[in-house]
C-alpha cells in the first residue's frame, strides 16, 4: 500500500503565494509519476502538474509559468510551489502517485488540502 499526506494549504490573497507538500511512503517502488490535480465546487478533478522520477514535468496551461513542480527522491516528497495565485486557482489540492504494480497502472491519491484564493 501507498500511503500519501499532504500539507500547505491555506487561505491566500490574490498575487500571493503557497507550498504544497506531499510526502509518499509505505510501498512507493516502480513509481511512474507524482503529481497534483485540483478540483474546485460544481467541478471536475483536473491536472495540474505531474514530474517523473527522472524530472521531467507537464503543467496545465492554467498554470505554466506560476506553478513549479519539483521532487526530492531521498524524501520521497513532491512540491508545489504556486505564485501569482488567481482566485480561480481555489479549490482541493490532491496529491497523486501513479506506479506500475505487476505490469498495471495503479493509483493513489491524498486527502486534498484546500487553497482558498480571496481578499
Known amino acids: 500500500q501507498v500511503q500519501l499526506v499532504e500539507s500547505g494549504g491555506g487561505l491566500v490573497q490574490p498575487g500571493g503565494s503557497l507550498t504544497l507538500s506531499c510526502a509518499a511512503s509505505?510501498?512507493?517502488?516502480?513509481?511512474?509519476?507524482m503529481g497534483w490535480y485540483r478540483q474546485a465546487p460544481g467541478k471536475q478533478r483536473e491536472l495540474v502538474a505531474t514530474?517523473?522520477?527522472?524530472?521531467?514535468?507537464n503543467y496545465a496551461d492554467s498554470v505554466k509559468g506560476r506553478f513549479t513542480i519539483s521532487r526530492d527522491n531521498a524524501k520521497n516528497t513532491v512540491y508545489l510551489q504556486m505564485n501569482s495565485l488567481r482566485p480561480e486557482d481555489t479549490a482541493a489540492y490532491y496529491c497523486?502517485?501513479?506506479?506500475?504494480?505487476?505490469?498495471?497502472?495503479?493509483?493513489?491519491w491524498g486527502q486534498g488540502t484546500q487553497v482558498t484564493v480571496s481578499s
Open positions: 497523486n502517485l501513479r506506479r506500475m504494480w505487476i505490469g498495471i497502472q495503479q493509483d493513489y
Open positions: 514530474i517523473t522520477s527522472g524530472g521531467s514535468t
Open positions: 509505505g510501498s512507493i517502488s516502480n513509481i511512474l509519476y
